[in-house]
């Protein structure tokens, strides 16, 4: 970034998001599309109104006027809320009853609307808990993977280094980099 350059962005809940951009979720995982690849003219109003705001608030302003109201909450997306509060740690058959959804269903939708399976959604979920307690609990690993919810210390370190590319131990000793 340039100095003086300014960023913003949003965050949606998992599955939330679709709807508002208009864009299913199993398009973009894992890219980094530029925003007028899916929105086209939308994109190109939106930019200009931005390269206009004075301020950031404006930017913040304007961006989020350019999102389409987010519809109610469905019942995938409060199974989906409910999935979050038990910071992933659910058999997958139990949050498709809690959407209401054969486990089948679950799946198809999970994809579409967060562009992941529910499995790999949940192991995410169970990560970034993980992770907002690791400060806590330096050195005890062991204990800290129980309350997580994953099976041993091994498989708790084997998650980390898949979603972080390195181990608990090195993230604790510098978190930054």
Not at 15 to 22: D, E, F, K, M
Not at 35 to 53: I, K, N, Q, S, V
Not at 55 to 64: I, K, N, P
Request: glycine share 8%.
């Amino acid at each position: 970034m340039s100095p003086g350059q300014l960023v913003v962005g949003m965050r949606f809940h998992p599955g939330r998001w679709a709807s508002p951009l208009g864009v299913p979720g199993d398009l973009i995982t894992d890219q980094q599309p530029a925003l007028e690849e899916f929105w086209g003219r939308r994109a190109r109003t939106l930019l200009a109104r931005m390269e206009d705001a004075r301020t950031a608030e404006e930017c913040v302003s304007r961006l989020a006027e350019s999102v389409a109201s987010i519809p109610a909450v469905t019942p995938f997306q409060r199974a989906l809320a409910w999935l979050r509060a038990q910071h992933g740690v659910a058999a997958l058959d139990e949050v498709a009853r809690q959407a209401g959804l054969s486990p089948r269903q679950l799946r198809r939708l999970c994809r579409q609307q967060t562009g992941l399976s529910p499995k790999l959604l949940a192991r995410i979920l169970r990560f970034r808990y993980a992770l907002s307690r690791l400060g806590g609990e330096r050195g005890d690993h062991a204990g800290l993977a129980a309350d997580c919810g994953y099976f041993d210390q091994s498989h708790f370190i084997a998650d980390f280094q898949h979603f972080s590319g390195r181990s608990p131990a090195a993230f604790y000793r510098n978190p930054t980099t």
